[in-house]
């Protein structure tokens, strides 16, 4: 028995713990939680030794179970798919549910919220089915399982259905992904329909006779006998496949214009935040991305469109974070943001960038979203930040580990977030300068959108620690914040030196400037000769060839020399993030902040307080990010929620008109039925031509 | 060659003309001596209830009547079958030609019993014809 | 011999009849009766054209068409009187307590 | 292994008719006394065994051409047995079974149980024998036989008005739509002199009367609309099975919908599938039409719903709409097999999910807590499992892949890719998203709204119980074992 035969499980215990908690969860003492703890760690371990397993050398492709071995056509089928970059994400996966679930001991339980059997019963799921999809072999199982993962984030996103706010954020999350989805849908069909002649395993997403590898074969090679493109040319009809699947990941990962879901769905319990933005729902849509990057690599389009997408949401979000007033509301634009750039990364050609900040991003966003519960907890459950202020020395282990999330947050050296954003960056710029033609200029166009969100995340982030933590208190609550135990300052500790130390895995920047052998998560993703994996076709190595041997020709260029634009690359985005923590820190490490700081009077006090400040800054702050900032609030609010809401307004009410066919007399549906008769007949009579 | 519309149009003056005349004669003929049970509405000798404005019927005439049409149609599936069971015998043999027809017939024999077992067939007066026989014949 | 364009519009003309009283009356047992008028115009051009063609099918299918007119009525009939005992007509607009 | 005779292909649909008339006979020798026990399990038997029966007939290749080519055929003809009579009369046993059982409990303490279980035996021997109907006048005949007894049955609580007004509104759509359907039969008849499907299908070449050609296949297209529950002869279903006792509203919107199915699938793939006919009446573009309309009818109005069991009533019309795919989506090329083969797919799928959603209905009913979505408030406190479940039929109605109902839908939207009818699949998408809304509120009402105060649920019927149980392990098993149905599905597509 290896690792590998054990690794349905890593699905199947949460599951287990879902049933447990959902069936015996009233009689059990902790109302499930325990169930879910033991599950996830069991899940945390077998990862682990799957991991190891895959550090071996091993990989795994296999097809558990077929529902329909095609007559003539294809196979649908239920298969696990390990590589190294599947087993990275389930260590992920389950180990942030784990703390999750721990964490959320102190922050129900304790609590006493009521319905924790069903709170439990929901994270089981979850979990379940983000790790269902995390190792899914084919597209139809990875779609299966994308959708359950939505449907667990509507029950938990609307737990507190008594207030009015949870049931329709729901409703929300749920409509907006739904809808991304069903583009999903449509491109997983596609994908069946063009590829079923080719292969008898169209759906699968590694190895020979899987999707991106014919489609490789189609472009590269011309090998286009068998495939379906509707007549298209075979680029272009993948183009559409593409974009047709992008659909889904932009829903799922609250991309442009369909992130609108994710700031309501902070209406639900701090916890489920933490598991939905750290590790399980929103991360899914960036490792589909990930997870069938062979396919995208092959249509410099759709590259271009992601990379667009990215860049713009990065900014996008980021400026919405500076003008939120409670914390989770800061926290969810950020996390858009974040999702922006592995976008960005991944549309530009940084595969590995991509993953890296998946990683970090998930370690220090969890930590942030677990500090705010704290915070939240302490202040009998009050978001607003500006009844916050001075909490710094009142709960010291829930405010260095929320600082060191945010100094990786906005990416200040040498914390997680300072690398992997740096490496995505770096990965857009080299790419913007080597790629020739339009997707050349669109990659730099990205990284420069990505590059001013910097600034903007630095000062959103900064902006929060300080109204939260320094300053005076300024309500009653804030001066008597409530205790916290130690399930929750245990995983806030575990993540606040994750969050510092995570970052180490890939110092590509330092290998290269002193030739140190540390890059280990590059290793780890290259895929290189000999470890078993090339037959898989999904490493890195791979995915280099197809980028620039295909369409795509993405290449590398260094304007400034190897080591110079490296270095210059990193400064940049430093200087900016720094530049961003001091903006805030001029406007809101005073004793009493201002609202909003569009009293110029105020301003000029501040400058008189902080003697290093030069005005540009200020204006910066003031005459262009808050006014920039206000205006995407305002088209956030009701161009895409108004769409949103009218949609399925307007389906209601055509409903409630529809119904009213149904007269209730008999004679009537007669009517009916003679006049649809005679009107068929009358078509059909005049364009048949019978008379 | 005669035209077939007009044996058509013949049989259809005799038609109107017999009943017509037949009327009138007796119309011409009859005495005239009106009573109570000579103004009810005749309905196969079963004794109306209610008035003779909105005419209802003891259910049971219903029943009995239904019963009457949907085994009087099943008889009108045995006809074809008679005229040719003759040569079909011999063509095909008992098995295929008499077995099918009795296997019919039990089951319309078993959903007889039913309905008689169920007491449809049974004849109950109904207590408001019967207390409206009694006005009549005072 | 009569042509059977006739008998395809005596029958034509029958349907529109059925249908018609479908369409007006309100009485369940009018309304029962124009049912069986249709399915009697079916009857028609099935001999008819069972003539037309020469083959026995035709007629024999009206004969089942027959019977199963009668049971059909028969149940049609049971409803009506249920109807009548729980909504005091046999208005087939009044039971309308079911709608949109 | 001894040759049976050949009539003993028709076993299944043979059996049901024997247990009919057993039943008969139980309540001839004792008609005044109801025994439950032995009525339920006299037609349980008869429908397991019919159910049982076609199973077998279908792994041991019955329904396959013999090593001649040849299919059994019986009675000259007129009927058939292919693989396609094979899975209905599964389809029809099975959904009767269950409903048999459920009604063990919910017809208890009512009057006229014997009739009851006859008539809804001889409406699935109706059904079943639909499914053998190789010509138009076995069709009608079997038609007829299934549509009676539901009329009766609709009506059979006979002091409830609910369930008389809608037998009347039933029955009334009903006559008419059988009078039009058999003006039709007629009209066809005389355009090509036979009954017969394959004769029918033999005499269709250039040169018939368009006209009467033309509305006899419309007319027909009626008669299928109404035994399927299709715009525009839908206005019966919301009400026979909103009035109508909940297992008797399963079996109506399950199996009687089936049954209107292979009507059609037989109709119109085998008979009147000709570049003549299509020439004069292009029905294939007439049920594009209706599916289109059909689901979006169907599904709007559910969305609007107060009452649970209406709103299933409409999702049923809905339905109706996404299998009526498999009729609009032939092109007679290549992919004709795959998309009559994925309405018949979908059609055994939703035989089991919607049976299990009518049977918690009557589980409801038999609770008596009230029909909207608000009485439902919390039912998951009392039942957990019943409510776990609807939540699997729910889901698997909607398409989620909880159930087999996922497969089924992928395979229609796959159907209508592959034959190139985009429009229908983009219909069906966009109304299986709004039905996800209307579904969900009801899992939200049971799992998520407090319950009502002094809500108590005191008995859980032991009938009721297995029987929605079953269905929801036979909907959730479907999922892993779709594989089986699609084979024969496709099978028994190819041959038509």
């Known amino acids: 028995m290896t690792a590998f035969d054990y690794a349905p499980a890593i699905a199947l215990l949460p599951f287990v713990s879902f049933l447990v908690a959902l069936f015996g969860g009233q009689y059990l003492p902790k109302k499930g939680a325990l169930a879910g703890i033991a599950a996830t760690a069991g899940s945390l371990v077998l990862s682990a030794w799957v991991a190891l397993t895959v550090a071996g050398g091993q990989t795994y492709n296999e097809a558990l179970y077929t529902f329909t071995a095609g007559l003539e056509t294809f196979d649908l089928h239920l298969g696990i798919l390990i590589d190294p970059l599947t087993a990275l994400m389930l260590l992920i996966v389950s180990f942030i549910a784990l703390l999750v679930h721990v964490f959320s001991l102190g922050y129900m339980n304790d609590e006493g919220e009521t319905g924790l059997p069903r709170y439990y019963a929901g994270l089981g799921l979850f979990t379940a089915s983000m790790l269902g999809f995390v190792y899914a072999d084919n597209i139809l199982m990875a779609f299966m399982f994308f959708e359950l993962v939505g449907l667990c984030s509507y029950l938990l996103i609307g737990f507190n259905f008594r207030e009015a706010g949870p049931p329709s954020a729901a409703k929300k999350a749920f409509l907006v992904t739904r809808f991304g989805d069903y583009f999903f849908l449509i491109g997983v069909v596609g994908i069946f329909v063009t590829f079923a002649g080719a292969t008898q395993t169209p759906g699968l997403f590694a190895g020979e006779g899987s999707f991106p590898v014919v489609a490789e074969h189609a472009i590269v090679d011309g090998a286009t006998e068998g495939l379906n493109t509707f007549g298209f040319e075979p680029q272009t009809w993948f183009t559409i496949l593409g974009l047709l699947v992008l659909g889904g990941v932009m829903g799922k990962s609250a991309q442009f214009p369909l992130h609108t879901w994710l700031p309501d769905a902070m209406e639900g319990p701090t916890p489920v935040s933490a598991l939905i933005h750290a590790a399980t729902m929103v991360a899914a849509g960036v490792y589909l991305v990930a997870r069938m990057y062979g396919f995208y690599a092959l249509t410099p389009t759709t590259l271009a469109v992601i990379a667009l997408v990215g860049g713009f949401t990065a900014l996008f979000a980021a400026t919405m974070g500076v003008v939120k007033q409670e914390l989770k509301q800061v926290l969810a634009y950020s996390t858009i943001s974040q999702y922006g750039y592995m976008m960005l990364a991944l549309g530009s050609g940084g595969y590995i960038a991509a993953v890296f900040h998946l990683t970090t991003h998930a370690v220090f966003k969890a930590l942030l979203f677990l500090g705010a519960g704290a915070v939240i907890i302490a202040m009998h459950h009050e978001e607003n930040m500006w009844e916050m202020g001075g909490l710094k020395d009142k709960m010291p282990v829930t405010y260095y580990t929320f600082l060191a999330g945010s100094l990786a947050l906005a990416g200040i050296v040498p914390f997680a977030g300072f690398w992997s954003k740096d490496e995505v960056l770096y990965e857009a710029l080299i790419h913007g300068f080597g790629t020739e033609g339009g997707l050349g200029t669109v990659f730099l166009v990205a990284y420069a959108m990505g590059l001013l969100a910097v600034f903007f995340t630095g000062f959103y982030t900064f902006r929060m620690v300080y109204l939260t933590f320094h300053g005076e208190a300024r309500t009653e609550t804030a001066k008597k914040p409530h205790g916290v135990r130690w399930n929750v300052k245990g995983p806030l500790a575990v993540l606040g030196i994750l969050a510092t130390t995570i970052g180490f895995v890939n110092l590509a920047p330092v290998k290269k400037l002193t030739g140190l052998e540390v890059d280990f998560l590059h290793k780890w993703l290259l895929g290189a000769e000999g470890s078993g994996w090339e037959a898989l076709l999904t490493g890195y190595e791979h995915y280099e060839h197809v980028l620039h041997d295909g369409p795509a020709h993405v290449l590398v260029g260094e304007p400034l020399g190897a080591t110079g634009t490296l270095i210059a690359s990193a400064l940049l985005s430093l200087g900016l993030a720094v530049a961003g923590v001091l903006a805030a820190r001029s406007l809101y490490k005073v004793p009493e902040p201002v609202e909003h700081t569009d009293k110029?009077?105020?301003?000029?006090?501040?400058?008189?307080?902080?003697?290093?400040?030069?005005?540009?800054?200020?204006?910066?702050?003031?005459?262009?990010?808050?006014?920039?900032?206000?205006a995407a609030d305002k088209f956030d609010q009701g161009v895409i929620d108004g769409v949103v809401n009218g949609i399925s307004s307007v389906s209601l009410f055509s409903g409630s008109r529809v119904r009213r066919l149904q007269t209730g007399v008999v004679t009537n549906y007669a009517l009916f039925i003679t006049i649809a008769l005679v009107v068929l007949l009358v078509v059909f009579g005049l364009t048949g031509g019978w008379f | 060659?005669?035209?077939?519309?007009?044996?058509?149009?013949?049989?259809?003056?005799?038609?109107?003309?017999?009943?017509?005349?037949?009327?009138?004669?007796?119309?011409?003929?009859?005495?005239?001596?009106?009573?109570?049970?000579?103004?009810?509405?005749?309905?196969?000798?079963?004794?109306?209830?209610?008035?003779?404005?909105?005419?209802?019927?003891?259910?049971?005439?219903?029943?009995?009547?239904?019963?009457?049409?949907?085994?009087?149609?099943?008889?009108?599936?045995?006809?074809?079958?008679?005229?040719?069971?003759?040569?079909?015998?011999?063509?095909?043999?008992?098995?295929?030609?008499?077995?099918?027809?009795?296997?019919?017939?039990?089951?319309?024999?078993?959903?007889?019993?039913?309905?008689?077992?169920?007491?449809?067939?049974?004849w109950v007066k109904s207590p408001r014809a019967t207390r409206q026989l009694s006005t009549n014949n005072e | 011999m009569i042509p059977t364009q006739y008998y395809l519009l005596l029958s034509a003309a029958v349907f529109c009849i059925g249908i018609f009283g479908v369409l007006t009356r309100r009485n369940a047992l009018i309304f029962l009766m124009s049912v069986e008028l249709i399915l009697n115009a079916a009857n028609i051009n099935l001999v008819a054209f069972s003539f037309q063609y020469g083959n026995l099918s035709g007629q024999v299918f009206a004969l089942f068409a027959m019977g199963l007119a009668a049971a059909e009525v028969a149940v049609g009939l049971g409803i009506v009187l249920v109807l009548y005992r729980n909504f005091s007509d046999i208005d087939v607009t009044e039971a309308t307590t079911m709608r949109w | 292994?001894?040759?049976?005779?050949?009539?003993?292909?028709?076993?299944?649909?043979?059996?049901?008719?024997?247990t009919a008339i057993v039943l008969l006979l139980v309540d001839s020798i004792d008609p005044d006394s109801s025994n439950n026990e032995l009525l339920a399990g006299v037609a349980g038997l008869g429908s397991i065994a019919a159910a049982a029966t076609s199973v077998w007939f279908i792994v041991a290749g019955t329904g396959l051409p013999a090593e001649n080519g040849e299919l059994i055929s019986l009675f000259d003809d007129q009927l058939v047995v292919d693989q396609m009579a094979l899975f209905f009369s599964f389809l029809v046993a099975s959904v009767l079974t269950l409903v048999v059982v459920a009604s063990y409990d919910y017809m208890a303490d009512k009057a006229r149980q014997a009739k009851y279980y006859s008539l809804t035996v001889m409406a699935a021997t109706g059904m079943s024998l639909l499914g053998s109907a190789n010509g138009l006048a076995v069709a009608f005949v079997a038609l007829e036989l299934a549509s009676l007894p539901s009329y009766a049955l609709v009506a059979i609580l006979k002091t409830n008005k609910g369930s008389v007004e809608a037998a009347l509104k039933y029955f009334l759509v009903g006559a008419l739509s059988s009078g039009v359907f058999l003006y039709g039969i007629s009209l066809v008849y005389g355009a090509t002199g036979s009954l017969q499907f394959d004769a029918v299908a033999a005499a269709l070449t250039d040169g018939v009367p368009a006209g009467i050609l033309g509305i006899g296949v419309l007319m027909i297209v009626g008669g299928v609309a109404f035994k399927t529950a299709s715009v525009p002869f839908h206005f019966w279903a919301p009400e026979a099975y909103e009035g109508a006792p909940a297992p008797i509203s399963a079996f109506l919107s399950s199996a009687s919908k089936a049954a209107g199915f292979v009507l059609a699938f037989r109709v119109f793939a085998t008979a009147l599938m000709g570049d003549a006919v299509l020439a004069v009446v292009d029905w294939v573009l007439v049920f594009q039409v209706l599916a289109i309309v059909t689901m979006f009818v169907g599904n709007f109005a559910a969305a609007t719903q107060e009452n649970v069991k209406r709103m299933l009533a409409y999702s049923s019309v809905g339905h109706a709409g996404y299998v009526l795919i498999g009729l609009a989506a032939l092109t007679g090329g290549s992919s004709d097999a795959y998309v009559l083969g994925s309405g018949m797919m979908h059609l055994l799928v939703y035989g089991f999910m919607n049976t299990g959603a009518f049977l918690f209905i009557a589980l409801v009913e038999y609770w008596d807590i009230g029909r909207t979505f608000e009485d439902y408030n919390g039912l998951a406190t009392q039942a957990p499992l019943a409510c776990a479940a609807m939540t699997v039929f729910l889901f698997s109605l909607a398409g989620l892949p909880i159930g087999g109902g996922f497969f089924s839908k992928f395979n229609l939207l796959m159907a209508t890719v592959r034959s190139g009818t985009w429009f229908l699949g983009a219909a069906l998408i966009v109304n299986s998203a709004l039905s996800l809304y209307y579904y969900t509120r009801v899992v939200k009402a049971m799992w998520i709204e407090e319950p009502a105060s002094g809500l108590e649920i005191e008995r859980y019927p032991i009938g009721l119980y297995t029987a929605v149980l079953v269905a929801a392990l036979v909907t959730v098993l479907l999922l892993p074992g779709f594989d089986a149905v699609s084979q024969t599905a496709e099978t028994a597509a190819s041959l038509l």
């Not at chain 1, 000029?604 to 702050?621: C, F, G, I, P, S």
């Not at chain 2, 005669?2 to 003929?29: D, E, F, Q, R, Y």
């Not at chain 4, 292994?1 to 024997?18: I, Y």
């Open chain 2, 1 to 122: 060659m005669s035209n077939p519309w007009i044996a058509i149009g013949a049989l259809a003056l005799v038609g109107v003309l017999i009943p017509l005349s037949m009327i009138s004669v007796s119309a011409l003929l009859r005495p005239s001596v009106p009573e109570q049970g000579k103004r009810a509405t005749y309905e196969s000798g079963e004794i109306p209830t209610g008035s003779s404005q909105q005419i209802r019927f003891n259910i049971q005439y219903y029943m009995v009547a239904l019963l009457f049409v949907v085994f009087d149609i099943e008889t009108v599936l045995i006809f074809p079958w008679t005229v040719i069971y003759r040569d079909a015998v011999g063509a095909l043999g008992y098995e295929q030609v008499l077995f099918p027809m009795l296997l019919f017939l039990g089951v319309l024999v078993a959903g007889l019993a039913w309905a008689w077992r169920n007491g449809a067939v049974q």
């Open chain 4, 1 to 18: 292994m001894v040759q049976l005779p050949t009539w003993t292909a028709l076993s299944p649909t043979l059996l049901l008719g024997l």
């Open chain 1, 600 to 630: 110029l009077g105020s301003i000029k006090t501040l400058l008189m307080h902080n003697y290093y400040q030069d005005e540009y800054q200020v204006w910066l702050a003031t005459g262009f990010t808050y006014p920039l900032s206000r």
